[in-house]
């Protein structure tokens, strides 16, 4: 009892300048001291960074099983696009061969006046007008100008709409002229559309 009192009674003595004159017991209570400390810190920073990487890690799992299930998803309808690609790719077609090819253009000008004669208008003026290029395709318009009565202008806009190519009809206006009370003149632009394969690749 009195070795130990001794002792503490020297720990509580020592010369905190001078540890190299401490006793024995006091070195290796420091030098485990000291131990303890890094040792807390080494782990504690070896084990921060372990969960940082965890933390990184779980992200991106569940980056890839988000991944993982839209790609299966897409997998299991594959079937389903495909045949969704090729009703698409057979109407695109229909749509394709509904456009008139640049010799064709000068026979939709006829159907265009046999609709309007056939309807009772008389024709002013149909003229063919510069081409406009847009990224895929071609616009053609083509400027009208004929005299009728307003139902007659009706059955002419829709015959040229069941006409077996696109044909699109912009910017009309009726006029009455001062000539006669019953004719009016329409004027209209009838606008049609050829496809660009080569720009459309």
């Known amino acids: 009892m009195s070795d130990f009192a001794s002792q503490v009674r020297e720990l509580n003595n020592l010369d905190m300048s001078n540890p190299g004159d401490w006793p024995m017991l006091a ?12 040792s807390f810190f080494g782990i504690y920073y070896w084990v921060f960074d372990l969960q ?24 299991a309808n594959l079937e389903d696009y495909r045949k969704q690609m090729a009703v698409m790719q057979e109407s695109f077609g229909a749509l394709l061969r509904q ?11 006829d ?4 609709a309007g004669t056939g309807s009772g208008l008389k024709f002013n003026q149909i003229k063919l ?9 071609t616009e053609q318009p083509i400027s009208i100008e ?27 206006t009726l006029a009455s002229p001062a000539s006669t009370k019953d004719d009016m003149v329409f004027r209209a632009t009838a606008k049609t ?3 660009d394969s080569e720009e459309g690749k």
């Open 27 to 38: 070195k290796a209570l420091a030098s485990a001291l000291v131990i303890a400390v890094l």
């Open 52 to 75: 940082d990487q965890l933390v990184q890690v779980q992200g991106k799992e569940t980056e890839l099983r988000q991944e993982f299930e839209s790609k299966q998803a897409k997998a």
């Open 99 to 109: 456009l008139p090819k640049s010799t064709e253009v000068p026979g939709l000008v």
């Open 111 to 114: 159907d265009i006046t046999f």
């Open 129 to 137: 007008e510069k081409e406009r290029k847009a990224e895929f395709y």
């Open 146 to 172: 004929v005299t009728g009565s307003y139902h007659q202008f009706g059955e002419f806009v829709s015959k040229i709409s069941g006409l077996p190519r696109i044909v699109t009809v912009h910017d009309f």
């Open 193 to 195: 559309y050829r496809y």
